[in-house]
Nanobody, 112 residues
Framework: QVQVVESGGGLVQPGGSLRLSCVAS????????MGWYRQAPGKERELVAH???????IYGDSVKGRFTISRDNAKNTAYLQMNSLKPEDTAVYYC??????WGKGTLVTVSS
């Protein structure tokens, strides 16, 4: 059974940093692309960052230059380093393994 679990969310002040983690189990992690998505209240879910099995990465326009996605295949883990956080980054952040597998999300709140 494939499981995807996010962690690392919380409350942070504007300009601060957080690192999210996503651990996957039950499958060959290294074969899959990984993605981070977010959904703010009243808005549609949007792509934040995506990393292929070969570690090529793309980013949503709103986070370019501030967020970095990475992966550690030995630990079956993907990361999202978020710097210079803004109130508009407040959302539930979801990890996606391949196409079909989603975590339940972790809440990030950026507020003073």
């Amino acid at each position: 059974q494939v499981q995807v679990v996010e962690s690392g969310g919380g409350l942070v002040q504007p300009g601060g940093s957080l690192r999210l983690s996503c651990v996957a189990s039950g499958t060959r992690f290294s074969s899959f692309a990984m993605g981070w998505y977010r959904q703010a209240p009243g808005k549609e879910r949007e792509l934040v960052a995506h990393i292929t099995s070969g570690e090529g990465a793309i980013y949503g326009d709103s986070v370019k230059g501030r967020f970095t996605i990475s992966r550690d295949n030995a630990k079956n883990t993907a990361y999202l380093q978020m710097n210079s956080l803004k109130p508009e980054d407040t959302a539930v952040y979801y990890c996606r393994l391949g196409i079909n597998y989603w975590g339940k999300g972790t809440l990030v709140t950026v507020s003073s």
